[in-house]
């Protein structure tokens, strides 16, 4: 009896996924071999009526599946062959340890995505919105920063299989919170704002803003001619209009997020 094939499972997908094929008379592991498209492919499993094998690697478009025991052909049953997914721009690259918006990402292969990845972090859900561009909230960055900055691949998992790491590209960085410890002088004049203020601190990277702020609550005031020297410190001037009597916490601002005010980063102005 010749063999047929009733029904293979999946019918489309990528090269290392397990493919089964049901039918009659479809041999043993000794007598038995399957071809797709022009791959020729010895089974892991093998029973009359139950076949497994890896698909192996393939062009996108379809291929034929035919199984071969003891040199008699079945029928053919089409498998179609899905590409991979691709990233190749992620916008915003950068942002806090707990995001809380989504970026958009870009590439192809996306219509049927079902997990992006940030490294070993973690991974989330996305929004597809076409075959070239999805949007995803990154996964929060809850280990420990070894530096200031963790950047992780943005990795799309679709029926086609899971992109490969591209670089700086497809990454997003996390930016761990800057801390503000100690501000020098922690006075100045109303009148005459001092200038060559040395803020210290960690983590000044990207800097995007430096402001006073009341303590307790008001109107922000950027920092002028503000210079970071390196990670853990920055000079600045004082902006003219403080109000005099008033303590302000000076506040730093990256891709991390703003400071949290402490008593090391107040700046009190005097008459």
């Not at 071809?35 to 094998?53: D, E, F, Q, R, Y």
């Not at 340890?97 to 079902?114: K, L, Q, R």
């Not at 998992?157 to 801390?179: Q, R, V």
């Not at 702020?213 to 600045?236: E, Q, S």
Request: hydrophobic content about 35%; charged content about 5%.
């Amino acid at each position: 009896m010749a063999p047929s094939i009733s029904l293979i499972s999946p019918t489309s997908g990528h090269a290392g996924q397990t493919m089964t094929i049901s039918g009659t008379g479809l041999g043993t592991l000794s007598t038995t071999k399957i071809n797709i498209g022009t791959k020729t492919v010895t089974p892991t499993t093998a029973t009359s009526t139950t076949v497994t094998l890896p698909i192996p690697s393939g062009c996108s478009g379809q291929a034929n599946v035919i199984a071969t025991v003891s040199g008699v052909n079945s029928n053919s049953s089409a498998f179609f062959y899905v590409a991979g997914p691709s990233v190749t721009s992620v916008n915003p690259s950068t942002g806090p340890a707990t995001p809380t918006s989504p970026i958009d990402v870009f590439g192809s292969g996306f219509a049927t995505a079902t997990s992006v990845a940030f490294g070993a972090i973690g991974t989330a859900s996305p929004t597809v919105l076409s075959d070239s561009h999805l949007t995803v909230t990154p996964p929060a960055h809850t280990g420990a920063f070894t530096a200031c900055t963790d950047s992780a691949d943005v990795l799309v998992t679709a029926t086609g299989g899971t992109s490969t790491p591209i670089g700086a590209p497809g990454e997003f960085t996390y930016f761990d919170l800057p801390t503000v410890t100690n501000v020098t002088p922690a006075t100045g004049s109303a009148s005459t704002p001092p200038t060559g203020v040395i803020v210290a601190g960690s983590c000044f990277v990207d800097v995007s803003a430096v402001t006073f702020t009341p303590v307790g609550g008001g109107t922000a005031v950027p920092a002028n001619n503000v210079n970071v020297t390196d990670l853990g410190t920055l000079t600045l001037d004082a902006p003219a209009g403080l109000t005099s009597g008033i303590t302000y916490d000076i506040q730093v601002t990256t891709p991390g997020g703003p400071s949290t005010p402490v008593a090391g980063d107040h700046f009190a102005v005097t008459p």
